[in-house]
């Protein structure tokens, strides 16, 4: 393949894998920007379960605001200070069983009184109420979408006590001293304290859980009467509640390749709610802060793309594998057609037309550089005879072994032709007008190796290209020294 061809199509190739490449990398920045969109929404789904959580807070505390003032009945708070139990260093109610049927959760007061805490009563018993009937907001939301109800308590940092909306066994010595305030322990820091003494209306923070010893997040919401602050309504998100918030039902795999992780950058608790099955390399992140203390990190890897794109990567290896195929067979049957058409179909020789003008231009340039063009004319003995006697096939064969012994003398800078029947000619380019000479001798000498009948012979004449001269009259000068040559032998005969 000439070098023009070569480059051409080097170029068209190079051509066909940008096309296909640009589509995939097309294709690549487009599902980055859907996962990052989609990382987006998986937050704001998040976020929107927080908030609901939180309003849910506000709207409890709503609830307890209306029964704040009221105090118990008589035979209530008698009943209450009745139903009192002790276990070890804990006292409250219903932390050894049901004692006390009115409240449905558990209440821990450490050494404060009963007579303090029991004004209490008609709040705690509105703070179930809200939780147990749902009635402060239900908003119509699927199924899936719904947001559980939570583990809620109430603190009263008036009265020092800690109202869980659920029955729960409490072991902890710390929350019968009240040292919890002091040790980060219930999600109260000192930092969230003062958040909430200087008005934040609802405070986040991660902190190791008494009961499972375990990071959750929860929200802390301020409860507060007459101006002061009385106590701080909660609410915990454990692990597995915020597992199911960011769970991406609609895309099961995206899941399998994802890590979020939550940090408290007051106390720089983490959450690592869930990790990839996978870490080759991070192929998508998002980060976003959820509240002023509060960050949130999600990291796709890159297999999920791997393995949800591999339809894409299959087209894109396919289409790129069959195009260049095209390039390729065009090439060649370009190359084909080429060679078939200034090539001789009985010897593979070149044919008449590769005697071109173009060719006879350009052998004219050679011999003014000073390059040495010798044409040698070539034809076959007795052709007629070898038809007549053995048939025409045998005629052929002799045709081509002497084209074969033409084609294993000659280089292949130089050009060997058959110009019709038994007449052939070879173009010597850049060859000494002395070796030139002996290039008959060689192709006899090829001859006998192939031809075991020594059925074929041949008469040749050479030429050697002046300035000046032209390709046809340098063959018709050696043509004429080939029928000198054939008269001679003919004479001598």
Not at 58 to 66: A, E, G, N, Y
Not at 231 to 249: A, W
Not at 354 to 379: F, Y
Request: aromatic residues 10%; glycine residues 4%; proline residues 3%.
């Amino acid at each position: 393949m000439k070098l023009q061809n070569k480059i051409l199509r080097f170029v068209i190739s190079s051509g066909v894998v940008i096309l296909t490449s640009s589509f995939l990398i097309y294709e690549l920045i487009s599902s980055h920007r859907d996962m990052t969109d989609y990382m987006r929404y998986i937050i704001d789904k998040g976020e929107s379960a927080f908030l609901y959580d939180k309003y849910q807070n506000q709207l409890i505390i709503s609830q307890l605001s209306r029964k704040m003032d009221e105090a118990p009945t008589v035979d209530a708070a008698t009943r209450a200070c009745d139903s009192v139990q002790r276990l070890g260093d804990v006292v409250g109610l219903n932390i050894d069983g049901h004692s006390y049927s009115p409240l449905k959760g558990s209440l821990t007061a450490g050494k404060t009184p009963c007579s303090q805490w029991v004004q209490d009563l008609p709040m705690l018993e509105a703070f179930d109420s809200a939780i147990s009937n749902d009635i402060v907001w239900n908003p119509l939301l699927p199924d899936d979408l719904r947001p559980e109800k939570r583990f809620r308590y109430y603190i009263d940092l008036v009265n020092q006590y800690i109202y869980f909306n659920s029955p729960v066994v409490i072991k902890d010595p710390t929350l019968t001293s009240w040292n919890f305030l002091y040790g980060a322990r219930l999600g109260i820091s000192s930092a969230s304290l003062e958040n909430l003494f200087l008005g934040r209306t609802v405070v986040s923070s991660i902190y190791v859980d008494t009961f499972t010893r375990k990071n959750i997040l929860t929200f802390l919401t301020p409860v507060y009467r007459q101006e002061q602050l009385k106590g701080i309504v909660m609410v915990d998100l454990s692990h597995q509640d915020m597992r199911e918030i960011f769970y991406t039902r609609d895309r099961p795999l995206v899941w399998r390749y994802l890590d979020i992780s939550f940090t408290d950058s007051d106390n720089n608790a983490n959450i690592e709610v869930h990790r990839s099955a996978a870490h080759l390399l991070s192929y998508v992140n998002y980060s976003r802060p959820l509240a002023e203390n509060m960050h949130v990190v999600l990291s796709l890897d890159v297999m999920y793309f791997l393995l949800s794109s591999w339809k894409l990567f299959l087209f894109y290896l396919l289409t790129t594998a069959v195009l260049l195929h095209l390039v390729r067979t065009h090439f060649r049957l370009y190359r084909m057609v080429s060679k078939e058409n200034i090539s001789d179909s009985l010897t593979g020789l070149y044919n008449r037309k590769i005697l071109s003008p173009v060719q006879s231009m350009r052998l004219q340039r050679l011999t003014e550089q000073g390059a040495s063009i010798v044409i040698i004319a070539l034809d076959l003995d007795k052709l007629k005879h070898i038809n007549d006697t053995w048939g025409h096939n045998e005629g052929d064969r002799a045709i081509i072994m002497l084209a074969q012994a033409i084609s294993a003398t000659v280089r292949k800078s130089d050009y060997a032709v058959r110009l019709g029947g038994d007449e052939f000619c070879i173009i010597l380019v850049d060859y000494d007008e002395k070796d030139a000479q002996l290039i008959p001798q060689r192709i006899k000498e090829q001859l006998a190796l192939i031809d075991d009948d020594n059925r074929v012979s041949f008469s040749w004449g050479a030429y050697k290209m002046c300035v000046g001269d032209n390709l046809d009259g340098a063959m018709e000068i050696a043509d004429q020294r080939l029928y000198q040559q054939k008269k001679q032998r003919h004479h001598h005969n």
